[in-house]
């Protein structure tokens, strides 16, 4: 890969990062706000799940935006807001204005994985996608490890609200970067694009759409039930110190930023070696998605010891799997269509995200521990490669309906 590539890479790798912290600094600073802003449970509950409502309903027309202009812009247009409602956060002092610009946050962010998936689907061969998406996977984990170590030490140190306004500074750097470094991209021209309504149709008539989605949709509902309650059963049911469940959780993220970028690697020299792209992507996720469940529910039942390892493996089997529901997705799509066919995976799958955490908080309260919650996440990977045998075809560019015919399915 092209030292021009790498920068691409490490760009974007960075504005992922800065992603996952910007939408989970507000759990770590929860406790601080709660008091300060003297805010009630509801409150503080409905300011922690507003980032989703927005973040998935705008994915279709994100996906639209990406593929019919230029995706260097919207990305950066994106990162620059999404970026200033981190740092006007720091200065708030309502709940509304603070839901607000959560919503915000929201759409912003939410251009994201689109837009990652058609500059890898324009600018990167089929063998260097799996570390690209790799790269992808390094700054989710790395993101999450952060605000879970560094962002409670800081925030315990100087307060919250330094911390999200130093946060929102961040992206002068990143766009200064981006704008320079960013790989050619033309303005799409609609004829040569051919997105219309009746090419939504199209990538919505396309099961193997529908099976990685799906698998995908499992696969977030297992990492958000860890992002969001790992923290909670490490304290009141293993009864570790807070410290020690932070140094768990980032080590956690950071052993899944590993496997994710050592799985892109290995899936991109079997490509290279002549494998079949089918065979090395499904073999990987359905190896990866499948060990993590199974691992999870003897770590609800095991010692303390077992469990943090049984914990550390299942999370390092997450990361194994994770670049390849995007790479599939890229190889599938092609670069004609892959905004669009990120926006729909990403808002299919956000139901994951939101599903893990919330259904997690009813078996805990209705069985009063972990062990049920932890078999419904193993459920979940076994669904998930499940979609991915039955359901996801060759992974080979979908051969799209000709320019004048998608334009007249919209006339």
């Known amino acids: 890969m092209s030292a021009a590539s790498w920068r691409v890479l490490i760009l974007l790798g960075f504005s992922i990062f800065i992603n996952y912290v910007d939408r989970g600094n507000l759990s770590i600073a929860a406790p601080l706000i709660k008091n300060e802003l003297k805010l009630s449970p509801s409150q503080l509950g409905i300011l922690l799940s507003s980032f989703f409502w927005l973040y998935t309903l705008v994915q279709l027309p994100v996906g639209w935006l990406i593929d019919r202009f230029n995706v260097n812009w919207i990305l950066a247009i994106g990162f620059f807001i999404w970026s200033?409602?981190?740092g006007v956060t720091g200065i708030l002092h309502g709940f509304t204005a603070l839901l607000i610009v959560r919503l915000?946050?929201?759409?912003?962010?939410?251009?994201?994985?689109?837009?990652?998936?058609?500059?890898?689907?324009?600018?990167?061969?089929?063998?260097?996608r799996g570390v690209a998406n790799g790269v992808i996977g390094v700054g989710q984990s790395v993101g999450a490890a952060f605000a879970s170590l560094a962002g409670g030490v800081i925030m315990s140190r100087f307060g919250w609200r330094p911390f999200?306004?130093?946060s929102g500074l961040i992206c002068l750097p990143w766009c200064l970067g981006w704008l320079r470094w960013a790989p050619p991209a033309k303005s799409p021209i609609r004829g040569e694009l051919g997105y219309s309504s009746g090419a939504i149709i199209e990538v919505l008539q396309q099961r193997s759409l529908w099976g990685?989605?799906?698998?995908?949709?499992?696969?977030?509902?297992?990492?958000?039930?860890?992002?969001?309650?790992?923290?909670?059963?490490?304290v009141q049911q293993r009864h570790f110190s807070l410290t020690l469940t932070g140094e768990i959780s980032g080590a956690a993220f950071l052993i899944r930023a590993v496997t994710a970028?050592?799985?892109?690697?290995?899936?991109?020299?079997?490509?290279?070696?002549?494998?079949?792209?089918?065979?090395?992507?499904?073999?990987?996720?359905?190896?990866?998605?499948?060990?993590?469940?199974?691992?999870l529910v003897p770590c609800a039942m095991a010692?303390?010891?077992?469990?943090?390892?049984?914990?550390?493996?299942?999370?390092?089997?997450?990361?194994?799997?994770?670049?390849?529901?995007?790479?599939?997705?890229?190889?599938?799509?092609?670069?004609?269509?892959?905004?669009t066919w990120t926006g729909l995976q990403v808002f299919i799958s956000s139901f994951g995200s939101i599903l893990g955490p919330l259904l997690t908080g009813f078996v805990v309260q209705a069985t009063g521990g972990f062990v049920w919650a932890f078999a419904l996440a193993a459920i979940a990977g076994l669904l998930g490669v499940l979609c991915w045998v039955f359901m996801v075809g060759p992974v080979r560019p979908v051969a799209w309906a000709p320019v004048e015919e998608s334009l007249a399915l919209e006339a």
């Open 104 to 128: 915000l946050l929201g759409i912003a962010e939410s251009v994201a994985f689109p837009s990652y998936g058609k500059i890898f689907a324009h600018n990167f061969h089929e063998h260097q």
């Open 164 to 166: 999200f306004v130093v």
């Open 303 to 339: 010692s303390d010891r077992v469990c943090v390892l049984l914990l550390f493996s299942a999370v390092a089997c997450q990361g194994f799997a994770t670049p390849h529901f995007w790479n599939a997705a890229q190889a599938l799509a092609g670069p004609r269509l892959a905004g």
């Open 261 to 295: 970028f050592v799985s892109g690697r290995l899936s991109d020299r079997w490509i290279s070696a002549g494998k079949s792209p089918t065979l090395v992507l499904k073999s990987l996720v359905c190896v990866g998605s499948g060990l993590s469940g199974c691992l």
């Open 84 to 86: 200033a409602a981190t």
């Open 212 to 234: 990685i989605s799906l698998a995908t949709f499992c696969a977030n509902y297992m990492l958000f039930l860890l992002l969001t309650w790992l923290p909670y059963y490490l």
